[in-house]
């Protein structure tokens, strides 16, 4: 054979992996220590790089339609590269963004519209951590359109479900269970969060505080590995500035910690009315708006832009007018309007289909509202407080708090946004307050109120999602029923027919009377009863559970009736249906999705 013949069987390059193989990288991937630990580290990775993509785009669309890096720097000022619109570009801009974004998300991932972190929760929650790949993209560019066109929202939401969509993408392709599914979700979060916002420990408890709820050591291990490694990158690509750069603040006197927390009472009612807002508007824009939702982001971007052109400051983000408001260049009347602004400026975006975060905009008006206070404070005791930028900081965590109900995260937040910890302990002060009068004036949060209004309840965090599946879609028909004139010993052969060893009486009418267990026929029977007795006589009457309510519930119900099977109440007060331990376990352990009807076939009573 010549050497020719032997070079051309020789492969130069290594062959593909065998179907085997993949298989068996991909058992490893998801079920051993390391192979966890390369996957957090993976999806940290890889959401640090959509990171850096996704500012780099809110900056390119930022520029395209206005012609500055952060048209917030330079309010008022018009388009260098449109000069004969003048300011009236910032009425042309989120008109232009929402035509090209609505359609994009209308046809390839709804879910994307919105502030994003709603949507992982929901996901995790009741989805066991599913989440379409395409969301990434679509979010990414959505959100960035909508942000360089002029839309008063943030880019942590998105940059959330764009890591979360990321973490969801791999953990499917290794065939990841559910519940460690849910674990990549959250280390994509997490990940988003530090390489955006430098805050690599804040970037963590925001995923295990606001999305994954119930975490194990495990799981923390997991999210913290893919939040170091996503900020690693990130710092790399993109520096390791603080967020806000901010004089070193201390406290003047103790008196000023009563001001702290007057101030921490005042951010919470602030940020649970800012909640309020959003929803209120969003509700305003759907009684209105009756053009189709693809072009809802268009029209409704005339009137954004309206308001844009009178309050230019409410463009993009906002981050330069923060650092304005907290080195007290404003008036209070001034950031009182800024304050009235945002909020309605977010809620509008929001609620003619913009796709953004809800973050910095409460980071926003919470530092509006602390330099308003500061400012006061200064007024009425003049050389004995701290700086207006120590209230405007403190007010910027306490506002968050009270919106999102996130204590731990806004206090790591804040510290390591800013850097400074001089202001820790007020700011820890104020954050408990506001979170307090959160829980006092509204049963949910900024992010859980959007699931409420969809009738989704995240209350119980340790529930299994297929566990509050409705009962109208898990239970049974009603098995035929023992009359209760039936004697003791026919109600006995009855029960024997039914795997569950329970059955409904039934009056002569064929009304529900109760329950008739075999284990109380069978105690009755072996201790003499007469066998003239009727059913009648050992009828109980279960737990009630109603079609409305959940397999939980109806687990519950049946550990307190004590017996294999109950039935299911309509709203008409009579059974409409029979529900069994097997069926509410075979609902609870099932591999199918939970937003998937569950149907029972087993015709067994």
């Given at each position: 054979?010549?050497?020719?013949?032997t070079n051309?069987?020789?492969?130069?390059?290594?062959?593909?992996?065998?179907?085997?193989t993949w298989?068996?990288?991909?058992v490893?991937l998801r079920?051993?220590?390391?192979?966890?630990?390369?996957?957090?580290m993976?999806i940290?990775a890889?959401s640090?790089?959509f990171?850096?993509?996704?500012r780099?785009?809110?900056?390119?669309?930022t520029?395209?339609f206005t012609?500055?890096?952060?048209?917030a720097?330079?309010?008022?000022?018009?388009?260098p590269?449109?000069?004969?619109l003048?300011?009236?570009?910032?009425?042309?801009a989120p008109?232009v963004?929402?035509l090209l974004?609505?359609?994009?998300?209308?046809?390839f991932?709804?879910?994307?519209?919105?502030h994003?972190?709603?949507?992982?929760?929901y996901?995790v929650?009741q989805?066991g951590?599913r989440?379409?790949?395409?969301?990434?993209?679509?979010?990414?560019?959505?959100?960035?359109?909508?942000i360089g066109?002029?839309g008063?929202v943030g880019r942590?939401?998105?940059?959330?479900?764009?890591?979360?969509?990321?973490?969801?993408?791999?953990?499917r392709v290794v065939h990841?269970?559910?519940s460690?599914l849910?674990?990549l979700v959250?280390c994509?979060?997490?990940?988003?969060?530090?390489?955006?916002?430098?805050?690599p420990?804040?970037?963590v408890f925001?995923a295990?505080?606001?999305i994954l709820?119930?975490f194990t050591a495990?799981a923390f291990?997991l999210v913290?590995i893919a939040?170091?490694t996503?900020?690693v990158?990130g710092?790399?690509?993109?520096?390791?500035?603080?967020f806000l750069?901010?004089?070193a603040?201390?406290v003047?006197?103790?008196m000023e910690?009563?001001l702290y927390?007057?101030?921490g009472v005042?951010?919470?009612?602030?940020?649970v009315?800012?909640s309020?807002?959003?929803?209120?508007?969003?509700d305003?824009?759907d009684?209105?708006?009756?053009?189709?939702?693809?072009?809802?982001p268009?029209?409704?971007g005339i009137?954004?832009g309206?308001?844009l052109?009178?309050?230019?400051q409410?463009?993009?983000?906002?981050y330069?007018?923060?650092?304005?408001?907290m080195?007290?260049?404003y008036t209070?009347?001034?950031?009182i309007i800024?304050l009235?602004?945002?909020m309605?400026?977010?809620?509008l975006?929001i609620?003619?289909?913009?796709?953004g975060?809800?973050f910095a905009?409460?980071?926003?008006?919470?530092?509006?509202?602390?330099?308003?206070?500061?400012m006061v404070?200064?007024?009425?005791l003049p050389?004995?407080v701290?700086p207006?930028?120590?209230?405007?900081?403190?007010g910027?965590g306490a506002v968050?708090?009270g919106?999102?109900r996130?204590?731990?995260?806004?206090?790591?937040?804040?510290f390591?946004l800013?850097g400074?910890?001089?202001?820790?302990?007020?700011?820890m002060?104020a954050?408990?307050l506001?979170?307090?009068?959160?829980h006092?004036?509204s049963?949910d949060t900024?992010y859980?109120?959007?699931l409420?209004r969809r009738g989704?309840?995240?209350?119980a965090?340790g529930?299994?999602?297929?566990a509050?599946?409705?009962?109208a879609?898990?239970m049974?028909?009603l098995p035929a029923?023992?009359?209760?004139?039936?004697?003791?010993?026919?109600?006995?052969d009855q029960?024997?027919?039914t795997?569950?060893g329970?059955l409904?009486?039934?009056?002569?009418d064929?009304?529900?009377?109760g329950?008739l267990?075999?284990?109380?026929?069978a105690?009755a029977?072996?201790?003499?009863?007469?066998?003239?007795?009727?059913?009648?006589i050992?009828t109980?009457?279960?737990?009630?559970v109603?079609d409305?309510?959940t397999?939980e519930d109806a687990?519950r119900a049946?550990n307190?009736?004590?017996c294999?099977?109950?039935p299911?109440?309509?709203?008409?007060g009579?059974?409409?249906?029979?529900?069994t331990?097997?069926?509410a376990?075979?609902?609870v352990?099932?591999?199918a999705?939970?937003s998937?009807?569950?149907t029972?076939?087993d015709p067994a009573?």
């Amino acid at each position: 054979m010549s050497r020719a013949s032997t070079n051309r069987r020789r492969p130069l390059w290594p062959l593909p992996l065998d179907r085997q193989t993949w298989v068996s990288l991909g058992v490893g991937l998801r079920s051993s220590h390391w192979g966890q630990i390369t996957l957090a580290m993976l999806i940290g990775a890889g959401s640090a790089l959509f990171a850096v993509l996704f500012r780099w785009l809110i900056a390119s669309f930022t520029w395209l339609f206005t012609g500055h890096a952060d048209y917030a720097a330079v309010p008022g000022a018009g388009n260098p590269n449109l000069p004969w619109l003048g300011i009236w570009f910032v009425v042309l801009a989120p008109v232009v963004a929402g035509l090209l974004y609505g359609p994009l998300v209308q046809a390839f991932a709804r879910e994307a519209r919105g502030h994003g972190v709603p949507e992982v929760m929901y996901a995790v929650s009741q989805q066991g951590g599913r989440i379409r790949p395409q969301v990434a993209v679509v979010k990414a560019l959505a959100s960035a359109l909508c942000i360089g066109g002029g839309g008063s929202v943030g880019r942590e939401g998105p940059i959330v479900q764009i890591g979360s969509a990321l973490g969801s993408t791999l953990g499917r392709v290794v065939h990841a269970s559910e519940s460690r599914l849910r674990v990549l979700v959250t280390c994509g979060a997490a990940a988003g969060i530090s390489a955006t916002f430098n805050a690599p420990i804040a970037g963590v408890f925001f995923a295990l505080e606001l999305i994954l709820l119930d975490f194990t050591a495990n799981a923390f291990g997991l999210v913290v590995i893919a939040s170091v490694t996503s900020s690693v990158i990130g710092r790399a690509i993109l520096g390791d500035a603080p967020f806000l750069t901010l004089p070193a603040f201390s406290v003047t006197s103790p008196m000023e910690y009563l001001l702290y927390a007057v101030l921490g009472v005042v951010a919470g009612a602030v940020g649970v009315g800012f909640s309020k807002t959003l929803y209120a508007i969003e509700d305003l824009c759907d009684h209105l708006g009756r053009w189709p939702e693809w072009l809802r982001p268009a029209v409704g971007g005339i009137v954004l832009g309206l308001l844009l052109l009178v309050l230019p400051q409410m463009y993009g983000v906002g981050y330069p007018v923060i650092g304005e408001a907290m080195n007290g260049s404003y008036t209070i009347g001034f950031l009182i309007i800024l304050l009235v602004g945002k909020m309605v400026a977010t809620s509008l975006t929001i609620g003619i289909g913009g796709s953004g975060g809800v973050f910095a905009p409460s980071l926003f008006i919470g530092a509006a509202l602390g330099s308003a206070f500061g400012m006061v404070a200064a007024y009425l005791l003049p050389g004995q407080v701290a700086p207006i930028g120590a209230y405007g900081l403190i007010g910027m965590g306490a506002v968050f708090a009270g919106a999102a109900r996130a204590p731990i995260t806004a206090v790591l937040m804040m510290f390591e946004l800013t850097g400074e910890y001089s202001i820790i302990l007020p700011l820890m002060a104020a954050i408990v307050l506001a979170t307090s009068i959160s829980h006092a004036l509204s049963p949910d949060t900024i992010y859980t109120l959007k699931l409420r209004r969809r009738g989704i309840d995240l209350t119980a965090p340790g529930t299994p999602s297929r566990a509050r599946v409705p009962l109208a879609r898990v239970m049974r028909p009603l098995p035929a029923g023992v009359d209760a004139r039936t004697p003791l010993p026919k109600a006995a052969d009855q029960l024997s027919h039914t795997p569950y060893g329970v059955l409904p009486v039934t009056n002569v009418d064929g009304g529900f009377l109760g329950i008739l267990t075999a284990r109380a026929v069978a105690e009755a029977l072996a201790a003499g009863e007469d066998t003239t007795q009727k059913a009648a006589i050992m009828t109980e009457f279960p737990a009630t559970v109603t079609d409305t309510d959940t397999v939980e519930d109806a687990i519950r119900a049946l550990n307190l009736s004590g017996c294999g099977g109950i039935p299911v109440f309509g709203a008409s007060g009579s059974p409409v249906g029979w529900v069994t331990y097997r069926d509410a376990l075979r609902t609870v352990s099932a591999d199918a999705s939970p937003s998937a009807p569950t149907t029972v076939t087993d015709p067994a009573g």
